[in-house]
Every structure is written in C-alpha cells, then in structure tokens.
C-alpha cells in the first residue's frame, strides 16, 4: 500500500501521513482493513491534522481497534505522531475517557482540542459487532453475537388460509348466516350486512445450513441464528447438509443455546466434510420437501455455493424446489468479497432458482435476511440472472 491509492480527493501531505501511520500500527500487530483506512483518510480530511488528540480518536474510531489492541494504538500513535516512546511518555498528554457503555452512539461527546480534555465516549456492542464477519469473531465477541442474535425477530410472510374469519374491514364474502341471526333480533328485518375474509397464518421457514469445510469459520454463529428463530417459532424446520442431509429441528427446540448446540453437534456427523448439494437437496424434496414441509413456505439455504457433485443434479433439484416453494432465499458469506462472483458450479447451477440472494457473513447481513424472509417474493437483480 502506498500514497496515491487511498482516496485521490485527500491533500497530499494528509493522505501520505495517514498511509505510513497505517503502516507503523500494523507493524505494531494491529490489523487495519483497507476500507477502514479510506474512512480514515476522510476523518483526517474533516478534522485536519493540527489538534492531536482529534486524530487520536478519528484513528480510533475508524480504524475499529479492539479494546485489547488500545495499548498497542497508544504506543503507535504516540510514537508517529507525537515523537514520544513508552518510556518518555507522560499520563497529562493522553485523553482522558469516560465510558457510558450499552448507548447506540459510538462517538464522543463535548470532546475539545486542549491535550488533557475528557472525552464522553458511548459505545454499543451491537454496532461494532453488527458488520463484522463472522470469520473474525473471537470466542468472546461471539457470545456477545449469540445474545445478539437472540433479539431478532424472524416473523415469516403471511398466507391465505382456508379459514375465514369475521371482516373488520367491511368488505369480503358476505356472512349469510350471521346476518339471519342478526335479522332474527329485529323481527326479521336486515338491517345490517356481515362480511367474511380468508385468515392470515406466518408461512413455514424451512433452513437449510451448510456444515462443510468451507463453511467452518460461519457455521456457529449462523446455527446460533438458526436457533434463535427455531426456538422461538413453531413454524420453523432446520437442517443441516455437507455430505448428507440432517433434520435438527427438535435439537434446536430447547431454549438453552448451549443445550441446542450440544445436541446439533451429537446428531450431525458430517462437519467439515465436503458438499454434496445436489444429493441434498434431493433427498428433502424426496423425504420432505415435495409431502408438504416446502409448499408454500420460504426456504433459506445458508451455504457458499461450493459443491463436489453433479452442477446438473443441483438445477434438476433446485427447479423442483421452486415449483412448490413460495420463495427461496440464499444467503452466501463469499458475497460480500470484493468482485466476487458466483462462479462455483453449485452456485451457479441454483441461482436462477433464486429469489434473492444475499450476503450472510454478520448481524447486519442476518438482519436483511429475516427482513427478506418477512417480505415479498422478489426476482434477482438483472446483472445475477
């Protein structure tokens, strides 16, 4: 990485300093994503450069250093900055910061330009969480995710069913019987028209999560999202396909997530095997899929698309699928990659079965996805078909 290449807008001197700062933090062991240095260069060009400890926390804030990285960050930015080492530094040049934590506003509040002001910091563990992947949670992040995740709300499109019910609306079939009834109360006179309408019911959502090699870094945080709906919703089946295909819904009925993930793991026997989708798929069609569970229901396949089998048996089996489904939704964690494109034969033998394909890599991800779910059928963008 070099000047010139983050953003050609920056004045120069801005953008080489904000380039070789960079380049001393990950000297120093702490990762900076490219996209988080192109914030930073705009946070630079916003604030300038002349009050320090505004840099301090423009750095801060868009370069997503983790509180266990911020001793590191200190050392980097004092010692690029400011010309200071550890053993020359002195506690009244560093800000000083109180934190309010669990409030949605990640910026600092009534923050000055002297050296030793105090900065009212409030952060949100949801926001710093909801775009980061999945493949780079650590054990603890992914706790936090599980909780999370538990406060989603995974409502599915509604139906039609053959029952009806009173109209409030009044409009619908008229209600023959109800208006004698009420005609009986007045002597036989009509005096008021009864209208019924079809009952509305949440259509069934049927998960399909992929548990090959590929997909180990996703795998946890995506069942711990798969249980969280299953567990709080009835109309929800679960299973999970690498090699074979396995039913997990009465695993993931306890509300214990732990408990949940425990029996997954005793009941699926292929993680982290290949793919074979096709085969897969054609045993829910056979077993489950064509009887009933996918009519009219919304089918979700969390996979990346990679598969070792026959491109023809997925279309053949995908297209079956489509037929008796009122949607299907495939969330890949690949599509968030820069110029991805789904060239995976699996892949691109299921997408023009697709009704919408999205990302599935974070909890921003997952929360368009239960939007998808609750939404309307939709086609493919014209450049995926």
């Known amino acids: 990485m070099g000047p010139g290449i983050v953003q050609a807008e920056a004045p120069p001197e801005v953008e080489v300093a904000a380039v070789r700062f960079v380049r001393a933090l990950r000297a120093s062991g702490v990762d900076a994503p490219m996209s988080s240095v192109m914030t930073f260069v705009r946070g630079l060009v916003a604030v300038g450069l002349e009050a320090r400890d505004t840099v301090y926390w423009v750095g801060r804030i868009t370069l997503g250093v983790r509180p266990e990285d911020v001793p590191t960050y200190d050392a980097a930015f004092h010692a690029f900055w400011l010309g200071q080492h550890p053993e020359d530094r002195h506690e009244d040049l560093e800000p000083k910061m109180e934190q309010a934590p669990g409030l949605d506003r990640p910026f600092a509040e009534g923050a000055t330009e002297s050296p030793d002001a105090t900065l009212a910091v409030r952060w949100s563990p949801r926001e710093t969480l909801r775009h ?7 054990p603890g992040e992914l706790e936090t995710g599980k909780r999370l995740m538990a406060d989603l709300r995974l409502g599915g499109a509604l139906r039609r069913t053959r029952r009806l019910r009173r109209s409030t609306r009044g409009h619908g079939r008229p209600d023959i019987r109800a208006m004698v009834r009420r005609a009986l109360r007045t002597g036989g006179e009509p005096l008021g028209r009864v209208y019924q ?12 999560c992929d548990v090959s090699g590929s997909m180990e870094p996703y795998v946890r945080a995506l069942l711990h999202f798969v249980h969280a709906a299953a567990s709080s919703r009835r109309t929800i089946e679960a299973f999970t396909f690498g090699t074979r295909l396995t039913r997990i819904t009465r695993q993931l009925r306890s509300r214990d997530a732990d408990a949940a993930m425990a029996a997954v793991g005793e009941t699926v026997r292929d993680w982290s095997g290949g793919t074979r989708l096709g085969d897969a798929l054609h045993e829910f069609n056979t077993r489950w899929g ?8 919304v089918v979700v396949i969390l996979s990346d698309g990679w598969d070792r089998g026959d491109p023809e048996d997925v279309t053949a089996q995908m297209e079956r699928l489509q037929r008796v489904a009122h949607k299907i939704v495939w969330a890949n964690p690949l599509k968030v990659t820069p110029g991805y494109a789904p060239r995976a034969a699996g892949m691109a033998a299921a997408l023009p079965y697709i009704d919408e394909f999205i990302e599935g890599h974070s909890l921003a991800a997952l929360e368009h996805l239960a939007r998808v779910v609750a939404g309307s059928r939709a086609r493919l963008p014209e450049e995926m078909q």
Do not use: C, Q
């Not at 309408?197 to 399909?208: G, Q, T």
């Not at 064509?290 to 229901?297: K, P």
């Open 197 to 208: 309408e079809p009952r509305m019911k949440p259509r069934r959502i049927v998960f399909l």
């Open 290 to 297: 064509l009887r009933g569970m996918a009519r009219g229901a």
């Open 132 to 138: 980061k992947d999945f493949a780079s949670y650590t």
